[in-house]
Structures are given as structure tokens and as C-alpha cells.
T-cell receptor, first 110, second 113 residues
Framework: EPEVTQTPSHQVTQMGQEVILRCVPI?????FYWYRQILGQKVEFLVS????????KSEIFDDQFSVERPDGSNFTLKIRSTKLEDSAMYFC????????FGPGTRLTVL | AQSVTQPDIHITVSEGASLELRCNYS??????LFWYVQSPGQGLQLLLK??????LVQGIKGFEAEFKRSQSSFNLRKPSVHWSDAAEYFC???????????FGTGTRLQVFP
């Protein structure tokens, strides 16, 4: 069964560093998403992406965040200068009829 | 404002017992409702969804959920819980053709043998 994959599973970084979280969506899906879950809190929508552009973003998704689909298979989330409060589990999802989620990347900012 | 409430943070049941996980939503339009399950180290797996029609929907792993518009609820049920059902369960709302899902805080299910 096709699935969404994410790498790395765990990323540790220093505050102020740039990180790139990678996702490989399901191959025939056209809609892509990033969500995050701070420990003990809700899963929160960050951004959606369709036809090579952002279709919707939340208040969380400020100028420090960007997304890209650099080739036909990867979908990335970049955080330019990480803050302590960016520590969270980041989930990628892709959609045909409904959203399928990846296993997540746990980001720890020290 | 759109929101989802899962009143139970943690539920413990014995294997073989019945289960009901509660979900209440606040949404201006006709809601599309989802239940996802997250096992440790895994992503969010869709259990079932409600878009329209029959208000009792069947999902995978023997789960079902009932949409009650009058109560703004979409509770998840299973008649007999298995130890492998231990996981975190998330209720979510969002139109089918929009870009985001709004999640509840989740309910952690623990199953005792």
C-alpha cells in the first residue's frame, strides 16, 4: 500500500540554525500539507501546497517557514532560523480524496 | 470559530470491553468529520470519515462512528477492544475540498489484558 514517508525521523538542531524536513508524498497525489504537533498539544495545520504554490497557510507559517517541491517526488519544509518553540513533531500529508499522513519528524531545538 | 473538542484525555479499558471516544465540534458549515489513529512511532492513519448520507459510518479495524448533528458530536465506538487498539485517537473536522483539517487534542487509549 502506498504511503507517505518522511526523513529524518528525528532532527536535533541548535537555535538559529536552518533545518529542512523532507517528505515523499504518495506518487499520484496533487495536494500536499504540513502540520505540526507540539508535545501535549493539538495537531495544527501549517500550510497546504498545490500546483507548485501555497494554497493556504496558518498564522504559524510566518516568514521563517517555506515549502518547496524541488522535484517530482519530494516536498520539503524549511525553517530558516529555528527557535526553541519550533520543537515539535512535524507531519507531512498528501491527498487524493482524503489526507494520508506520514510518520512525522520530531524536531528538537536546543 | 471552528474547533474540535475531545473531552477525554486518557481512557483505560479492559480487553474485550466496549469503547466510546467522544468528539464534539463547532463548525459553521456542514461538517466533514474524520477519526485518525496514531500508534507510537507511526503517522496518523485514517479510521473513518463522514461526508454525508448515513450518519453511522463504518471504518477499519472494527470501528464505527455516529454523526449527531443535534449534539454536534461524532463519537467513535468499538464493541470489543483488542490490545492492539492501544494508541492515540484524533477527531478532526474540515470540508472535503478545503486545505486544512482541524484536530482535537486527542484521546490516549490504554488497554489492559
Amino acid at each position: 500500500e502506498p504511503e507517505v514517508t518522511q526523513t529524518p525521523s528525528h532532527q536535533v538542531t541548535q537555535m538559529g540554525q536552518e533545518v529542512i524536513l523532507r517528505c515523499v508524498p504518495i506518487s499520484n497525489h496533487l495536494y500536499f500539507y504540513w502540520y505540526r504537533q507540539i508535545l501535549g498539544q493539538k495537531v495544527e495545520f501549517l500550510v497546504s501546497f498545490y500546483n507548485n504554490e501555497i494554497s493556504e497557510k496558518s498564522e504559524i507559517f510566518d516568514d521563517q517557514f517555506s515549502v518547496e517541491r524541488p522535484d517530482g517526488s519530494n516536498f520539503t519544509l524549511k525553517i530558516r532560523s529555528t527557535k526553541l518553540e519550533d520543537s515539535a513533531m512535524y507531519f507531512c500529508a498528501s491527498k487524493s480524496n482524503e489526507q494520508f499522513f506520514g510518520p512525522g519528524t520530531r524536531l528538537t531545538v536546543l | 470559530a471552528q474547533s474540535v473538542t475531545q473531552p477525554d484525555i486518557h481512557i483505560t479499558v479492559s480487553e474485550g470491553a466496549s469503547l466510546e471516544l467522544r468528539c464534539n465540534y463547532s463548525y459553521g458549515a456542514t461538517p466533514y468529520l474524520f477519526w485518525y489513529v496514531q500508534s507510537p512511532g507511526q503517522g496518523l492513519q485514517l479510521l473513518l470519515k463522514y461526508f454525508s448520507g448515513d450518519t453511522l459510518v463504518q471504518g477499519i479495524k472494527g470501528f464505527e462512528a455516529e454523526f449527531k448533528r443535534s449534539q454536534s458530536s461524532f463519537n467513535l465506538r468499538k464493541p470489543s477492544v483488542h490490545w492492539s487498539d492501544a494508541a492515540e485517537y484524533f477527531c478532526a473536522v474540515g470540508p472535503y475540498n478545503t486545505d486544512k483539517l482541524i484536530f482535537g487534542t486527542g484521546t490516549r487509549l490504554q488497554v489492559f489484558p
